[in-house]
């Protein structure tokens, strides 16, 4: 069995454009990644994401728990 990329709870950040920022999968479907960037939630080819890269991660995860810390919930574990 195929090792499936980008699985429910992985950074990343589109693979040819720095526009959407880096992002955290919200849930795998197929060839489809539902992926929270920091101003929207779009729904994104397997193919068009890659890894985040250490500082992106960290801008995610600083992002997340700003937000958590402003309206509660654990945006974290998305």
Known sequence: MMDTPHQQ?????????????????LS???????????HFVAT?????????TPLEESEMKTWLRRKAERYGGDWLTA
Request: proline share 5%; hydrophobic share 40%.
């Open 9 to 25: 709870g992985a950074y990343v950040a589109h693979a040819t454009t720095d526009i959407y920022g880096p992002g955290k999968v």
């Open 44 to 52: 994104i080819r397997v193919g068009d994401l890659r890894p985040a």
């Open 28 to 38: 795998a479907h197929g060839e489809f990644r539902r992926v929270r960037f920091t």
